[in-house]
């Protein structure tokens, strides 16, 4: 989901007001909330792009110098310089133009509320549906083009963007609470000590029903708080703990499960916006509902969580609305037919950017100087605004149409931001933290000058291999913005600390004087939160708003004769059975069942029962529980039960003749189930929704699946799915869902219970067990790692940055809870985040930019606990600076973002044209600013030599494309994917990597634990690269195709596949055999390491030369021209074409 704010609900599609339904938008899905209805602005405010596109080219916005002639976009409220004269449809968005108020950061905004008090009608307040025929303005009389950059929000955002922590004080401690500082082993449980909140400490606001008043529910006798010693129980990561006992305060034990609470400053209830997309105005601005949401249309209703995170920025002006603005052309036909005759010219120098050693362990060198003041960091630096300072090769003019080879041979490294060696070891991986550019732009002129979007990419819980985990009473954080300290804070002397973000001088508590690594005094510049820039805090009892929750799975399962023909339940039952064991929990954690069909049946699982009883409730127009105290089960104390009904369940609806799903009934029984404690809904879903609550009609036109005109139908049909996981997100519920269907289901209506409850979708077409092998594999693949990947349970988010920079939009799945506050009511380790940034303030007066993202959650085991990631990134004043920091992989896939939220907002050739915008922008911008580039060729500085090939990439997506047949439901998934993936996975989809592998050699291969792993080159993605003597392997992340050719060697197919020659080769082969060869060996090695990288294994097809399954390994090699798309030749000549106007 994205959200957004500051939109004018009657702004054109250029200002991407998005009144469709968030994260997919659409038909008259009213928005959900408790409170005043959201707005929900558009993606990107149109930019002022100069003149009309050609018929057949439309164009795009970036951010650089526009031709001459183009119209604007914006209205006179924005800043002038910014799109002035920009050009066709754009990406970004011109930040307001007014200033913000001076005192921009206020020193204390807790407020103080009696502790586990829930404000009256915290859940009770009925969600209001605004209306959402707002989205299409009268266009202007001008043509305009879309851009995909929102205007940057006038508003001062304040507050640190992540979920805030404040401790109590033990008596006679610092405000910080007391410090414990004992030395615990990496694998003992740390000490934990819970200090009762005194009265007036900052807003103990609170979470009411199911969310913090609740009684604690029966039967779940928690375990003391410091029982778990890894995080979520996982033992694969090697954790550094880090406890800390000055003396010993009492410590409580909680004996029952209620819904946890998020410290001091205790989260507000749900309000506001739900959000795949977030814009955080803190004010409420009427208008439909939509793919991107203001967070500022926050209930009045204190929110706890918020309070618990820490306080809040002052609010600041909204922008102005923007200008309406007419369609443009859609992109992609009547282009010219031309040849590609690149010159072709050896490859470029590759990117000779250092790559970033990943997240590093402790024990990093201490700085030079014991206490390094702001200003010495800054200098670490080094000069930053000569040129020769610079990494020349990333400032390299390349002309794109004579430099062909541009692809490096390998996967190109993150670009490493130009800092000293001792803040580069601190600083946070690329992995966990990524920004489009690694040179942070002075003011928002200089990034209007780049036309470069600037925002953060985010994988806040992925599996890590070192992660340390501190246990302490003191969590120090700034007293003004709520920052935690981190590695990039100055310490002024030993009693005094500068924070990094808001630059207020703290005093530094005794307790933190004590370095638990060395068992010394004195030195607070060596402790592990200043050493490391990711770490994890085991969370005190103030950051909750009730004692932990348990692990609680519900299985809701289809048993329809759809669903049964399938076999999909066979799969689901064994690989349940096969992963009991590993399902993340303690002796505390409960399980469940439900299926459906035309009605919705309940399973007793109460321990001492002979076999599961089956209860069957056929009024799914007011469904109810038939009993409360046995459907949700302890695991462990009913095992025994629970494999039974798993071995029972696919023979008992063997013969079932019911084809109706009372999809929507079934759910709302499992928020029913749920609501008590919260926790995990998986839903398996094979049709369409016929009966009850949430049902659906078909809506798709399978003639219409080459449509070159708009796509329709992007957005939910009804506003069921999306309520009720607002709903569910108020209960700490997330539900994931499988759609496992061959027929049109209508995914953008049913994926919005994932997208708004902080969820999963996951999306296997055609799938059957038997005629569609690849598919059911890797649907129990999926299944052993979704069941078996640690989770986190009643989780929120805030993400803070460097006073002067503002978040105005976030992108994932997620509900917003306050104008900045993330809600999650589950986080896994898969997801990814994306935000938008703009500079509100100029940075003149620093060197350094810092991010802070920190999300608190409680661990499967139990425990409370508090992740943080800190990134540095220099600041710059030049232009050239901007372009050499830029990071074009970040950049795509922020970019993609907006584009998703711009098709549903607004419309799919609307998104489009923006992309291509995006790319003449840019390119505009560095030749008007650049020096001594002929005006001849289309030239690009070397960091930004791939932008055209990803964007062109992005248009022949699934997701984007036109013109080539798609399925709405492959369609909507793949825009799903594009809003939830982490990069890595993003780019390997954008551009797949293609290697040659008949042919491979241990000429530079790696030699890991004994293997030796080839190292093939990346191939371009173009037909010529291929031979029909070869055989190839594209890897597109979520499937992998490994291509033979008509006359590949035959010693190879032998030694490899197992079969005599290419005629013997099956043309459903989906899997490579072990077999004791040379070639075989070599060739499962390289797989085995590309597949090390991902958490979810791809679908594997060995596909022929000759058969029908090459059509969609075709379609990936994004270089070559289809009927309805550019060749890669053809797009830089369009390109050029544009810049030109």
Known sequence: MSTQGHTNPNSSVNNYTMNSTQNGGGAAAASCQNGPGPSFPAMYSASSYSSAPPAGYPTMTGHSAPPTGKIPVLGTDYSGNYYQNSSGPSLYAAPPGSQPPAHQYSSSNVQQTAPYTMPAGYYGQAYSHPSQGQTQPQPQPQQVQPSLVTPASGNNLGAPLYPIVSYPSAPGSSQYGTLRSSETGAGQPPDSTVMPPPPTQSSLQQHSQGNGATPAHQGYGAPPLIQTGTVNGQSNAVQQH???????????????????KEGPDKERAPSGT????????????????????????ASPVPNSYESLEG??????????????????????????????????????????????????????????????????????????????????ETLRPVNLLQERNILPPQRAPPPEPNLSNDLRKVNCSPETFRCTLTNIPQTQALLNKARLPLGLLLHPFRDLTQLPVITSNTIVRCRSCRTYINPFVSFLDQRRWKC?????????????????????????HKRPEVQNSTVEFIASSDYMLRPPQPAVYLFVLDVSHNAVESGYLNVFCQSLLDNLEKLPGDTRTHIGFVTFDNTVHFYNLQEGLS????????????????????????????????????????GMFTHTRETQSALGPALQAAYKLMCPTGGRVSVFQTQLPTLGAGLLQSREDPNLRSSTKNVQHLGPATDFYKKFALDCSGQQIGVDLFLLSSQYSDLASLACVSKYSAGSVFYYPSFHHIHNTAQSQKFQKDLQRYLSRKIGFEAVMRIRCTKGLSIHTFHGNFFV???????????????????????????????????????????????????????CLPVVSQLNEVFSGADIQAISCLLANMAIDRSISSSLSDARDALVNAVVDCLSAYRANGSNIQPSGLVAPASLRLFPLYVLALLKQKALRTGTSTRLDERVFSMC?????????????????????????????????DSVIPQPPLLQLTAEKLTREGAFLMDCGSVMYFWVGKCCNEMFI???????????LPSNMTEIPELQTTYSERTRAFISWLLESRTFHPAFHVVKDDASAKTSFFQHLVEDRTESAFSYYEFLLHVQQQMSK
């Open 242 to 260: 880090y406890n800390q006992n000055l003396h010993n305060p009492m410590s409580h034990h909680y004996g029952g499960v209620a819904p946890s």
């Open 274 to 297: 739900p959000g795949t997309s977030v814009h955080s105005s803190p004010r409420h601005h009427p208008g439909g509902d939509s793919s991107s949401t203001t967070t500022g249309s």
């Open 311 to 392: 306080g809040n920025y002052s609010d600041h002006t909204a922008p102005p609305a923007g200008v309406p603005t007419k369609q443009a052309p859609p992109f992609g036909y009547n282009y010219p037919t031309m040849h590609p005759a690149y010159q072709q010219n050896p490859a470029p120098i590759p990117d000779s950017s250092p790559s970033h050693g990943g997240y590093k362990p402790p024990g990093y060198q201490p700085y030079s100087q014991p206490f390094p003041s702001l200003s010495e960091l800054s200098s670490a630096l080094g000069g930053l605004s000569g040129v020769p300072e610079l990494d020349v």
């Open 500 to 524: 990094n973000l808001c630059y207020r001088v703290n005093d530094v508590p005794d307790e933190f004087m004590y370095n638990p690594v060395t068992r010394s005094y004195g030195e607070p």
């Open 611 to 650: 076999q599961p009883q089956m209860l069957v409730v056929s009024d799914i127009d007011d469904v109810f529980i038939p009993t409360h105290n046995s459907l949700l089960v302890n695991l462990k104390e009913s095992k025994e039960l629970v494999k039974d009904l798993l071995n029972a369940l696919p």
């Open 817 to 871: 809870r306050s104008t900045d506050l993330l809600s999650l009511a589950n986080v896994n380790p898969d997801t990814g985040f994306a935000v938008q940034m703009s500079i509100e303030e100029s940075l003149a007066d620093t060197s350094l930019a810092c991010f802070q993202a920190a999300l608190l959650y409680t661990s499967s085991k139990g425990k409370r606990r508090i992740r943080v990631h800190t990134l």
């Open 977 to 1009: 994917e594009f809003k939830s993936q982490p990069l890595h996975q993003i780019m390997r989809m954008v551009h797949p990597d293609l290697y040659r592998i008949d042919n491979m050699t241990e000429q530079a291969a790696l030699h890991l634990n």
């Open 1054 to 1064: 032998r030694d490899v596949l197992g079969y005599p020659n290419y005629a013997s």
